[in-house]
């Protein structure tokens, strides 16, 4: 939570709306920016393992010059009590072993340092807007759902001490 304090937003923005979006978006790429290093060039599979915590999962699906596409998940045995970080585990989200949970998927934007989980608002001035707000109400709304979740999720990755670095592939 004492992260929180290194966020500053630049607009006062309502909850909920598609402003409120953006600015959720700009605060989760901030939080993926400290919880991976070089994240423009990360590539492979990756597992962090801290104290006090499960083994975090990350792996780039997808990537395009300017953009990225993640997955982030912690892996519970559905047998047992045990959790996986190891290089034997090969692929274990697709196995019938393996509970992913949460799992999210992500994209990263680069140019516009925004990251959003893929899986409303009150009157607006501008006409463009409130048919956004009216048309797509539902839209924002999970989004938001999803995108709070992210935010939170991130930040107590963070708090907990997990980090991703370099460009080799640990599973």
């Known amino acids: 939570m004492h992260t929180d304090s290194l966020i500053v937003p630049e607009t006062v923005v309502k909850a909920r709306s598609f402003s409120g979006l953006m600015s959720l ?3 989760n790429f901030i939080r993926l920016r400290q919880l991976v290093d070089d994240i423009e060039n990360l590539d492979g599979a990756h597992c962090s393992v801290v104290e006090q915590d499960l083994p975090l999962h990350l792996e780039v699906l997808e990537r395009t010059r300017y ?3 993640l997955q982030l998940t912690y892996l519970f045995a559905l047998h047992g009590d045990s959790s996986i970080c190891s290089e034997q585990a090969g692929d274990a989200a697709d ?3 393996w509970l992913a949970d949460p799992d999210l998927r ?3 934007y680069f140019d516009g340092r925004l990251a959003e989980a893929m899986s409303l608002t009150s009157r607006h001035r501008h006409a463009i807007l409130r048919r ?3 048309c797509h109400r539902e839209e924002l709304d999970t989004r938001w759902r ?3 979740m992210l935010n939170k999720w991130l930040e107590y990755c963070i708090d ?3 980090h991703f670095s ?3 592939s640990h599973r």
């Open 67 to 69: 953009t990225a596409t």
């Open 132 to 134: 956004i707000a009216t």
């Open 95 to 97: 196995t019938d072993q």
């Open 106 to 108: 992500l994209r990263v």
């Open 146 to 148: 999803h995108n709070m």
């Open 25 to 27: 978006y700009e605060s």
């Open 160 to 162: 907990a001490g997990h």
């Open 166 to 168: 370099g460009r080799t």
